[in-house]
């Protein structure tokens, strides 16, 4: 059984950082892409991030592109998301998810196993 736990979210100004955590446990993730996405309020979930987690290669929205970092720890089984220069509009709640397969994928529908989502609000 896969879990991830995402922690890390919270209130912080425009221009701040958080840096968010996924937990991941059940099996070995080797094979496996891990990916960020985040949904706010009436709009549809999106794409932020992901990572292979075998060769740690990553790949980002155009959105984020040069503000956020995800990278993943081996020895924790863990993926973070590093937050920097936020703005109002990054507002929403963040999800981590786990793909089984080893190709590039953006699509939410892509994306097999999800946590429960960690909420980031920034304030202009």
């Known amino acids: 059984q896969v879990q991830l736990v995402e922690s890390g979210g919270g209130l912080v100004q425009a221009g701040g950082s958080l840096r968010l955590s996924c937990a991941a446990s059940?099996?070995?993730?080797?094979?496996?892409?891990m990916g960020w996405f985040r949904q706010a309020p009436g709009k549809e979930r999106e794409f932020v991030a992901n990572?292979?987690?075998?060769?740690?290669?990553?790949y980002y929205a155009d959105s984020v592109k040069g503000r956020f970092t995800i990278s993943r720890d081996n020895a924790k089984n863990t993926v973070y998301l590093r937050m920097n220069s936020l703005k109002p509009e990054d507002t929403a709640v963040y999800y981590c998810a786990a793909r089984i397969r080893n190709s590039q994928a953006m699509a939410p529908r892509e994306y097999a196993y999800w946590g429960q989502g960690t909420q980031v609000t920034v304030s202009s």
């Open positions: 059940g099996r070995t993730f080797s094979g496996y892409i």
């Open positions: 990572i292979r987690w075998s060769s740690a290669t990553t």
